[in-house]
């Protein structure tokens, strides 16, 4: 029977402390696709105070409709090291911290849980922050939530959009943008007793009910 690997909670707070990352990839899927560049960016107070970031070599071509997204060569990443040399120092990196990353839940982090169980035997057992996710509560009246329409909505530069680092850099400013409008708007919110989320009313089978933002990591409700 396989050991079940231990992962992290989805939080939905504004941490002072925190690394936000980003991952560019061969391509969507993680069965098939590598992660040919990381980077992160770890923060204290509310202020970034050092960065990561290697190009990675995936010893495959990188295709065509890649390279198109992020930029990334096989010129670029042939003198790059394999993911088993760079992944036990980005696991160093973040050793501790909550995790802030746009998609991270479906995407990045599937990456990284798969990198790290298959070369190292490890966990990565960080709690972490989706700011896919918090936009989508922050800022309900944007039609799309990509990182790009998140940062040009609070006017932060889009520019080299797509390279990790970049996108660690935008995602950091949108992040601190949202928080303040999610402590603005969480003064009167319940938090769950259970997991630290926050409640929020829904309507059910038999009538409405407060219910875990967390779900289905917390499947914790109240009774209106």
Known sequence: MAVRQVTGRRLNEFAENYVV??????????????????SAIKVKGHQP??????????G??????????????????????RLIQVLPDFLSFIEGEILVGHNIQSFDLLFIYKAAEELLQKDVP???????????SCLPQLRRHRLTDISSYF??????AHRALSDCAMNQQCYEQMGKLLEAGNQTA???PQCGGELR?????????????NYPGCRFTRNV
Do not use: W
């Open 21 to 38: 990352f980003d991952l560019e990839t061969t391509g969507i899927s993680t069965q098939e696709d590598s992660i040919i560049e990381i």
């Open 126 to 136: 960080n709690d972490y922050v989706d700011t896919l996710y918090m936009a989508k």
């Open 155 to 160: 006017n932060i530069s889009t520019e080299g």
């Open 60 to 81: 495959t071509h990188i295709p065509a409709g890649a390279t198109k997204v992020n930029g990334i060569t096989d010129e670029m990443v042939k003198t790059a090291p």
């Open 190 to 192: 319940e938090i769950c």
């Open 201 to 213: 009313r829904r309507s059910g089978r038999f009538g409405d009910f407060y219910g875990c933002t």
């Open 49 to 58: 105070v050092e960065e990561f970031t290697a190009l990675i070599n995936p």
